[in-house]
C-alpha cells in the first residue's frame, strides 16, 4: 500500500510544473571539448524495489532515494530525479 496518497504527490500545480519542466531537454546543458549537449533529468526508481521498478514519486520515496541512492551526480542519485528537485524547489 502506498504511504502517500496520489493526491499528496499530484495536487498542487507547483510540484507538477516543476517536475515535468525537470524533463525538458533544455532543462540541463553539460559541455566538453568537442560539443555541447542538453538533456533533461528521468524519473529515477526507488532503491529496494527490484521486482516492480516504482519511481521516486512523492515525499517517502524521495527521501529513501537520498538515503539509498547513487552518489550525487550519479544517473541513479537524487539530484537527477525530477520528484527530489520539484520537492524542493516547491519548498517541501
Not at 498542487?12 to 560539443?35: C, I, N, P, S, W
Amino acid at each position: 500500500m502506498l504511504t502517500e496518497t496520489w493526491l499528496d504527490v499530484f495536487s498542487l500545480l507547483d510540484k507538477v510544473l516543476l517536475h515535468e519542466m525537470t524533463h525538458g531537454r533544455m532543462a540541463f546543458t553539460t559541455a566538453d571539448t568537442a560539443r555541447e549537449e542538453q538533456w533533461g533529468l528521468d524519473d529515477v526508481r526507488t532503491p529496494g524495489f527490484s521486482i516492480i521498478p516504482i519511481p521516486a514519486y512523492g515525499w517517502t520515496r524521495a527521501m529513501k532515494l537520498a538515503r539509498k541512492g547513487e552518489d550525487l551526480g550519479r544517473e541513479k542519485a537524487a539530484d537527477h530525479n525530477s520528484d527530489s528537485l520539484a520537492l524542493f524547489g516547491s519548498g517541501e
